[in-house]
């Protein structure tokens, strides 16, 4: 059960031109995949001989997240993999602590990784699925959202905006487009529950956009989130004009303070991934009665047992618990899903940016599939699912030809249109 190694890799995969409040997503959305490698004795002896179990782990992607793993690797290597405190603890050393250079969040985003492939490691060597390790799940099935996105017809060949490699999703730049995108997702995947990635357009064309999808989807919860891309009197007016039609509203608004002040006004519960992202911005979060719903999400609260402290604390204050996504592949939906599965305090659907980019993951097919808007939990140890070396190498060749280093929403904005600031509020 000792760890005997950690195997760092950077990769990129196809991600269509998706519209948000920063910009438009590139042609490849960049991850980290790690392994842990640790022996298969669980008998408090010498190792256990030559057997091992391989923990499997996703999270941010570029290369300075890829550094900064390898940067933990001697100080993880001959831990229990059992061992999460110390595990935390050694992360947090080798990355200089709070005297160092990196927020408690950056710290975090890395253990995040190690965290969930700790606890894949661990589920093999008991036998037991990572819902159980988590305290049990409390439902088998987890539900997930459709997660609509305004989107070019496809990413420009040129530096023309217009001129386009049309993909299989098509264009949604208006309602319309927006219903037919929601319309092809819940056939597809049976969602039962709809998100809508707003502070792309104005504010009116947004609202026409939800009560279109009111209208087409009689009954299914709807959301939307600007990111913050919207000033007070505008968060409050959008709100006012969808009293009765919004499940809740996210991040109309940046900060605690702006939050707060939108919560006073407004009917809805305001949710958030943006300005409580960090333990120590709970206390004043709540003191202030900013946010209703807390958007968790393991990767950068400090993976899976952090999570679910996350919602306990939560559940204790009165304030509802979801799931945050960015884009991501099998490894982290299988995690968000056992984490999912053993939240009590989760009341509403999960987000998954999954459908948008599942056509290039590195786990082997079977183990995840969205029916009738969920995932099951898989019962196999571990986190159920099984590493694609193959897919692992190409997604990784990727990668290495690409260039890409960082993640650049504004950026690749700015090359069709130069005019184009990404500063907030915008609207």
């Not at 009689?218 to 499940?247: F, K």
């Amino acid at each position: 059960m000792i760890i005997k190694d950690l195997i760092v890799t950077p990769i990129a995969f196809s991600d269509p031109p998706l519209l948000n409040a920063d910009g438009v997503h590139e042609p490849l959305a960049l991850r980290t995949i790690v392994q842990l490698i640790v022996d298969g004795g669980v008998d408090g002896g010498d190792g256990g001989g030559d057997s091992v179990v391989v923990g499997l782990g996703e999270g941010s992607g570029g290369a300075e997240v890829a550094r900064r793993v390898e940067q933990v690797r001697s100080a993880v290597v001959g831990l229990s993999v059992f061992d999460l405190n110390g595990i935390e603890a050694a992360v947090n050393a080798a990355l200089g602590g709070d005297a160092g250079p990196l927020s408690r969040r950056d710290r975090r985003v890395v253990y995040s990784m190690l965290d969930v492939a700790a606890h894949d490691a661990q589920g093999k060597l008991t036998g037991l699925p990572v819902a159980e390790l988590l305290g049990g799940r409390v439902r088998d099935r987890v539900p997930y959202s459709a997660y609509l996105f305004y989107k070019w017809a496809g990413h420009p060949r040129s530096d023309a905006v217009d001129d386009v490699e049309p993909d299989a999703w098509g264009e949604a730049l208006d309602p319309v487009g927006i219903v037919a995108q929601a319309r092809a997702l819940i056939d597809w995947y049976g969602f039962g529950s709809i998100k809508l990635k707003g502070g792309v357009f104005g504010p009116d064309e947004e609202i026409a956009a939800i009560r279109a999808l009111a209208e087409a989807f009689p009954g299914l919860p709807l959301r939307i989130d600007p990111n913050g891309a919207w000033s007070h009197d505008t968060a409050v007016r959008v709100a006012t004009e969808l009293d009765g039609v919004l499940e809740y509203l996210e991040d109309p608004v940046l900060g605690i303070d702006g939050m707060a002040a939108v919560a006073r006004e407004v009917s809805q519960p305001l949710a958030t991934n943006m300005c409580v992202v960090t333990f120590e911005q709970l206390a004043e979060a709540f003191a202030k009665d900013a946010v209703q719903i807390v958007l968790s999400d393991h990767h950068y609260w400090g993976g899976l047992r952090h999570t679910r402290e996350l919602a306990a604390i939560c559940g204790h204050w009165g304030v509802g618990v979801s799931m945050h996504s960015n884009s991501h592949l099998g490894i982290s939906l299988a995690a968000m899903t056992h984490v999912a599965a053993a939240t009590p305090e989760l009341a509403y659907a999960c987000d998954t940016h999954y459908p948008w980019n599942r056509a290039e993951d590195v786990v082997m097919p079977g183990a995840l599939e969205i029916v009738d808007g969920a995932v099951r939990v898989p019962h196999a140890p571990g986190l159920g699912v099984v590493l694609d070396e193959a897919a692992l190498e190409r997604q990784h060749k990727v990668f290495v030809d690409s260039g890409r280093s960082v993640r650049d929403d504004s950026g690749y904005l700015q090359r069709f249109d130069p005019t184009y600031s990404p500063t907030l509020p915008r609207y």
